[in-house]
């Protein structure tokens, strides 16, 4: 095995294609949350209000969503029957040069990586976006801090917004891999 760490395992999951709609579909919503924060027409205080309650709020969403699917992944992992996964080693997946077996997993691994990404940005957003605190204080030794100000929240509330209608479609594609490979196993054990 010649992953040691998650970041190994996502550098060789990014070979696997993503999915065409969960693409698009976020671009999408990327570019309307960006001009919904161009429209608002509120101060910046409630600008940054929206930004940490969504934070705290989604924190706590994600990382109940994330339990949930390690522990769905943990029983998949297990139950799974062995001279299955041994045969799927044994395979190269077309496209992304993997064996079947790292393909799927690595699939299953980069929806955590992308659920304990977000949550570290949304404990960063709640740790740092406080009034008087680091981010603040830094950012006031600016001469144009007003602006910097601006740019941070409008980053942090599109970032926010577009990144939990990622991990929804992220979540959206977990359910159908567990789905495909749940009907593999039974494909295979039906040919045994």
Known sequence: MDEKSLWAIYAKARRIPVSSFNFWATLI????VSLQYC?????????LKIVRDFSTMSIGLVVSVLGFILAGFTIFATISQPDMLVAMSRHRH????????????????????????????CLLVIVFAVKGGLVHKVVQLSPISWKISEWLVGAAYVMLYTGFFFLLMQLKSFIYNVYHTVMTAIRWKAIQ
């Open 29 to 32: 919503v990327f570019v309307l």
């Open 39 to 47: 429209m608002l027409e509120i101060s910046l205080d409630d600008k």
């Open 94 to 121: 077309e496209k992304s040069q993997l064996s079947y077996l790292k393909n799927n997993f690595f699939i299953f691994m980069r929806v955590f990586i992308y659920y304990l990404s977000y949550t570290v940005f």
